[in-house]
């Protein structure tokens, strides 16, 4: 006599996880319309962990019919897998099919209630306190600068520099993420760069990567001509030599970025300018 599962109990393995096949390198969905506008298609079974009959794979004497009929010894495959496990009990043992259906099962919960923006997401958690560096930003000379996680809001993750300076990050422009262990901080990559705006006052990001230093070390250029801060009002600017910026900005003096996020150069005689401000 066969220990067969009502149809009460295969309807409910098979919801449980979302007629999807439990195992783990399969994931085929099982239902979906038929010709027939009012059935649906079914080639998903609820599988025996262990048998229903003696002398069948997996078979557990031990077990009782109750136990054996019940959902907690049905894991929900697609027809193929279903004769795959019950071909091979060596290379799938009942212990596997369990781990199958506690993972599908895990996944199915997850996904309960989420929009596809929320399932497509990056998934990225960020633990309040992280410290990490970001990478590439501009001014390229604060990117060893340590940023702190203050909120992970799913989409974006909030974080805050040492100066009260904030930046929410949307997790969709994360290219990597890396973690040196507790000990120094983790390193966020981005796919395009961080940018300070200078009248703004804001960190904003750009799709565009700069390019490497040298060429890029200050980010990525404009040329304008000498008058042109003038005629923009600017305020608080000054055009340096290129050779010499490094020693005004322990005075207070700022590589400025425009709104599209480029500093601004004149070059003339063969000397460049690179115009600097004493905003904040
Ligand atoms: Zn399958």
Not at 47 to 55: C, F, M, N, P, R
Not at 66 to 78: D, H, I, T
Request: aromatic content about 10%; charged content about 25%.
């Amino acid at each position: 006599m066969r220990d067969e599962f009502s149809e009460e109990v295969k309807k409910a393995v098979g919801q449980r996880v979302n007629y999807i096949c439990s195992r783990s390198d399969c994931r085929a969905q099982t239902t979906g319309p038929q010709d027939d506008p009012s059935k649906a298609v079914n080639v998903g079974v609820a599988a025996h962990i262990t048998a229903a009959s003696e002398g069948g794979p997996r078979y557990d004497p031990e077990m009782t019919t109750e136990v054996r009929k019940s959902p907690a010894n049905a894991v929900w495959l697609c027809q193929t897998c279903a004769k795959l496990v019950d071909n091979d009990v060596v290379q799938f043992p009942a212990e596997l099919l369990r781990r199958w259906k506690f993972d599908a099962e895990r996944e199915a919960r997850e996904r309960v209630g989420k929009t596809v923006a929320g399932n497509a997401k990056p998934q990225i958690g960020f633990m309040l306190g992280t410290k990490l560096r970001i990478a590439p930003v501009i001014p390229r000379r604060i990117e060893q600068d340590v940023w702190i996680v203050m909120e992970d809001q799913g989409d974006a993750v909030r974080l805050e520099k040492s100066n009260s300076a904030t930046a929410a990050i949307p997790k969709s422009i994360i290219e990597d993420f890396h973690s040196f262990g507790n000990s120094q901080p983790s390193l966020l990559s981005l796919k395009g760069r961080l940018q300070w705006i200078t009248e703004k006052q804001v960190w904003q990001f750009f799709p565009e990567k700069p390019g490497r230093p040298p060429d890029g070390d200050l980010g990525i250029v404009r040329d304008v001509d000498f008058h042109h801060p003038a005629r923009e009002n600017i305020p608080q600017c000054h055009w340096f030599r290129k050779e010499v910026i490094h020693k005004f900005f322990s005075q207070g003096w700022n590589v400025y970025y425009g709104a599209d996020g480029r500093y601004l150069r004149f070059v003339q005689n063969h000397e460049t300018f690179i115009l600097l401000t004493r905003l904040p």
